[in-house]
């Protein structure tokens, strides 16, 4: 439960700018460097876009006769994706590595950021949670105004052991899954604007075929009644042929109309 001890080495090589860089950009942090923010950046970005850290001291526990805090964090990356995590700190953790750290790094400006939420006293006396809880409201505060360096932020989270961001995979298969979505409703307006197509086309034809019809019955009255004659006493005698002939007569309407009448007249001529 001990937090992460790092020596004089890992320390300077965390402290490199491009270290900085490497890990506040997982979490969307707009940083040039290890001493400041991109402000064309931060000037541009909206309140949801902007990366959002709660620090909170919620309670503790003794273990081996020692008092460890609860702190527990939750950052917003993007406005739509978060992590929440947990870590137990002792009292003299938290003071040493964390509030010593966090005012080094302020100098004159702790005191405006901290005036109203002082640190816990040494001991634990009684309120050291609440206290404890107020001033990691405050370095949250300071956190998501990007009133501290890139740096500062860079070692508040490593010491709260902040976890991997989610996996840019899951972000790339939720994004894909997405896409497909949205070629499939495509794929399926298309089909349903091919259908109506296919639909109107045939209601077209019928229409044509059927004012040709009309036309020549009455261009041709007695043509037309004496064809009439003919096809009711077929349909009589043969329905199962007559209903296939009707089939390919109304087939050959919709492709040759000039041709299906010729072949009317011939067939009532003949009659």
């Known amino acids: 439960m001990m937090p992460p001890v790092l020596d004089a080495e890992e320390l300077q090589s965390e402290n490199k700018p491009e270290a900085v ?21 931060t000037d541009q970005m909206q309140d949801q876009q902007r990366p959002k850290i709660d620090i909170r001291v ?3 526990h003794e273990e081996n006769r020692h008092t460890w805090y609860h702190v527990e ?3 917003a990356i993007q406005g739509t994706r978060s992590l929440k995590w947990k870590v137990a700190r002792r009292l003299v953790h ?3 590595e964390l509030h010593d750290c966090v005012k080094n790094n302020l100098g004159q400006n702790y005191s405006k950021c901290f005036a109203s939420t002082p640190f816990a006293h040494k001991g634990g006396l009684r309120g050291t949670t609440a206290r404890l809880n107020a001033w990691c409201a405050s370095l949250a505060s300071c956190m998501n105004q990007f009133a501290c360096s890139p740096k500062l932020v860079m070692l508040v989270l490593n010491f709260l052991e902040v976890p991997e961001p989610p996996s ?9 899954s997405s896409a497909a979505d949205k070629i499939w409703n495509a794929a399926g307006t298309i089909r349903d ?17 059927t004012t040709q019809a009309i036309s020549f019955a009455g261009d041709n009255p007695k043509l037309s009644k004496a064809a009439s004659s003919v096809a009711f006493g077929a349909a009589q005698d043969n329905p199962s042929a007559v ?16 041709a299906a009448l010729s072949i009317a007249k011939q067939a009532v001529t003949k009659c």
Do not use: I
């Open 94 to 96: 938290l003071r040493l």
């Open 58 to 60: 919620t309670g503790h």
């Open 168 to 176: 840019v995979m899951g972000m790339a298969k939720c994004m894909g």
């Open 193 to 209: 604007k091919a259908k109506q197509k296919y639909e109107q086309t045939k209601l077209q034809t019928a229409q044509a075929a």
């Open 21 to 41: 860089v490497a890990l506040l950009c997982k979490y969307d942090y707009p940083t040039k460097d290890g001493e400041s923010w991109d402000c064309t950046v």
């Open 73 to 75: 964090m939750n950052l």
């Open 243 to 258: 209903g296939a002939a009707g089939s390919a007569g109304f087939s050959l309407l919709k492709q040759n109309p000039k």
